[in-house]
């Protein structure tokens, strides 16, 4: 069997149709701009490049890659007709289960058919592009991983963070408080350490989106990729820091980062769809060995005005997580979880539950604000009646516009844990927090019985509808 990597993934991409190749963009702005355009709209295909100027033919930069279920779905191995529900349930099940298939060492692989080192390293060969036009310069790790190997239990950590390239063997890393790789690197700093560090900017989707998410500190991606691939992800180690990269990568580099040692890295234009800012110092990783296969693809997952390319695989990731964290305090009776693309899948929590006595709406929304998967960065929490499809948010509307007593159903929580990516964040003793909304969108416990009844078939009606006529039903309705 094949090995798993990128370029398996595009060869399915392209028998489903679902990648589209354009010829002759530069990397200053024009990649960046036909990437928004196709941002725009979900479902539009991934786009590879080609023949870009300055660089070699077959030096290519693939983006647009996940703002489709059907790629997630295909990248998760699963039917490329899955749905936002059909994910999040499969992504409950893979975090219940929690499978892993350890990464497999090997003596070679084609991430070593080029390979640079000392004064040989120039990352500018890469095409990398400027996603923005306000951006601060060219990131080549958008979707990428960040590798570093804790130096007390010697777990190995894979986690996506934004990589500024500055000059041939020198990168910017931005990693906010609290991450497992900025406290990796912190261990090494208080011992006045430098801190090993491996990137790599071109692998198999699944590395990357386990990269973005909430894996439990101790846990190794590398090793959890296994478990959604169905093989032990092949990996060889690093010639100057002995860190684990897959063979199979298309690029990747390695370097040291020093205490103390700053570059001004940013601005870029994140998943709010705001630049977070101007530049600030942010670590470097000084680069000693460079290694691509032939023809490389550089892979960007482009933050920006969603919904973008995190918005749809870490959705129903957040969907599924919310929902295992909700079930495990013991709120019974939840029917779905919906995470609006609008709001970067982080902003907005939609919780669909059966109502079973009194406040427990309003339990089932304080539990979706304040549980791990759902705290971080979190505005608004709505929770609806199970009549209610929780990813339809015309449905959501509906019922706030129809279920909501303002003077009893909504609740202020001041303090929330958030982040200086959040536009409306503010400061509070020296960290970010945030003020966030729940709005109770139940029809109330009280009138549960004597409600409205509402105008839409039922399920007896329907089901004789559809088996009559069902050649005529419209496929989404």
């Not at 032939?294 to 997952?301: D, H, K, S, T, Y």
């Amino acid at each position: 069997m094949p090995v798993k990597d990128l370029r398996s993934w595009i060869a399915e991409l392209e028998n489903a149709g679902e990648v589209t190749t354009i010829k002759g963009a530069n990397t200053t702005e024009e990649i960046g701009g036909i990437v928004d355009i196709y941002m725009r709209k979900p479902g539009n295909p991934a786009v590879l490049f080609d023949e870009i100027p300055g660089h070699p033919k077959g030096h290519r930069v693939l983006a647009n890659i996940l703002t489709s279920h059907q790629r997630c779905a295909i990248a998760l191995g699963q039917d490329p007709k899955s749905t936002h529900r059909d994910l999040t349930q499969w992504w409950r099940k893979y975090f219940a289960d929690k499978p892993s298939v350890p990464a497999r060492p090997v003596n070679g692989g084609p991430i070593l058919e080029n390979v640079m080192k000392g004064g040989e390293v120039d990352i500018t060969k890469i095409p990398t592009p400027r996603w923005h036009e306000g951006d601060g310069g060219p990131f080549i790790g958008t979707a990428c991983l960040v590798i570093m190997k804790d130096p007390d239990s010697g777990w190995v950590n894979a986690g996506c963070y934004r990589i500024q390239s500055h000059g041939p063997n020198t990168a910017g890393l931005m990693m906010s408080p609290g991450k497992h790789c900025r406290i990796i690197m912190g261990k090494y700093h208080d011992r006045g350490e430098k801190c090993p560090v491996a990137v790599v900017t071109g692998m198999h989707p699944a590395l990357f989106m386990l990269a973005g998410l909430e894996v439990p500190y101790g846990k190794s991606e590398l090793d959890m990729a296994g478990g959604i691939l169905g093989e032990g992800v092949e990996v060889i180690n690093m010639p100057k820091t002995g860190l684990p990269v897959p063979a199979h990568a298309e690029i990747a580099f390695e370097g040291y980062i020093a205490p103390d040692d700053k570059i001004m890295e940013g601005p870029l234009g994140e998943w709010t769809g705001y630049y977070s800012g101007e530049a600030r110092p942010e670590p470097v990783i000084r680069i000693e060995t460079l290694m691509h296969r032939n023809n490389p693809i550089l892979v960007g997952a482009i933050p920006g005005v969603p919904p973008n390319d995190n918005t749809f695989y870490f959705g129903a990731y957040r969907c599924g997580a919310v929902w295992n964290q909700l079930e495990a305090a013991g709120v019974p009776g939840v029917q779905g979880v919906g995470a609006l693309e609008a709001g970067g899948s982080r902003f907005w929590l939609t919780v669909s539950i059966k109502q079973m006595y009194g406040g427990h709406s309003k339990q089932a929304a304080m539990a979706a604000a304040s549980c791990h998967a759902g705290a971080f960065n979190n505005r608004w929490v709505v929770v609806v009646d199970d009549d209610i499809d929780p990813t339809n948010i015309n449905d959501v509307l509906w019922a706030m516009c129809t279920r909501v007593d303002a003077r009893e159903d909504l609740e202020i929580i001041r303090g929330g844990w958030s982040s200086a990516l959040d536009p409306m964040c503010y400061e509070y003793d020296g960290d970010r927090r945030n003020t966030r909304t729940i709005i109770d969108a139940c029809i109330p416990w009280s009138r549960i019985k004597t409600f409205p009844k509402v105008a839409r078939n039922s399920k007896e009606l329907e089901a004789k509808v559809r088996e009559k006529f069902g050649k005529f039903m419209p496929k989404n309705g």
